[in-house]
C-alpha cells in the first residue's frame, strides 16, 4: 500500500526531471527576449505555443524560394532526425533532446532565423514565430 501511495510523487518527480533536462538558461532568455518583443508587437500576445510551432514548422509557406517552402524541406517533418541542406550538408537533429544545445547562443538563433525565415517566407520571421518554433522544438 505504502508504494501505491508514494506513485503520484513519483509521477510529480520525473516530470519535473524531464522539464529539467529540457530547461536552460541561456534558451529561456532567447525565449523570454522573443515574448517580449511579441507582447510589444501584440499587446494580445498570451504565450507561445508548441501547436502553432509544429503547424509553422510542417506547413508550406508561400513568398519564400520554390525549393524550401517549409522547414522541413532541409530538416525533414521528424525534427528529432538528421536533416539536410540543399547543398547536401548534414544538420543535425533540431529537436532539443537530440541536439541539447540547440537554441542557445543569442547570435546563431538570429543568423539562422534570419536565413531560414527569408529562404522558406521570404521575410524575417515574427518573434511570436520564433518562439512557437523554438517551444515545439523543446518539446521534441
Not at 126 to 136: F, L, N, P, R, S
Request: positive net charge; contains cysteine; aromatic residues 6%.
Amino acid at each position: 500500500m505504502r508504494i501505491l501511495s508514494a506513485i503520484p510523487s513519483l509521477m510529480l518527480l520525473a516530470a519535473g526531471v524531464a522539464a529539467a533536462a529540457t530547461s536552460n538558461p541561456a534558451r529561456d532568455a532567447i525565449l523570454a527576449a522573443f515574448a517580449a518583443e511579441a507582447k510589444q508587437a501584440d499587446p494580445a500576445f498570451a504565450g507561445f505555443s508548441a501547436e502553432r510551432g509544429q503547424a509553422f514548422w510542417t506547413t508550406a509557406h508561400a513568398g519564400g524560394k520554390p525549393d524550401t517552402p517549409s522547414c522541413t524541406s532541409c530538416h525533414t517533418p521528424d525534427p528529432t532526425r538528421e536533416g539536410q541542406t540543399r547543398a547536401g550538408k548534414q544538420i543535425a537533429p533540431m529537436a532539443i533532446s537530440r541536439t541539447p544545445d540547440r537554441f542557445t547562443d543569442p547570435e546563431k538563433v538570429a543568423k539562422w532565423f534570419g536565413r531560414n525565415c527569408n529562404s522558406v517566407l521570404g521575410r524575417d520571421c515574427t518573434a511570436a514565430e520564433k518562439g512557437d518554433v523554438i517551444t515545439y522544438l523543446a518539446g521534441k
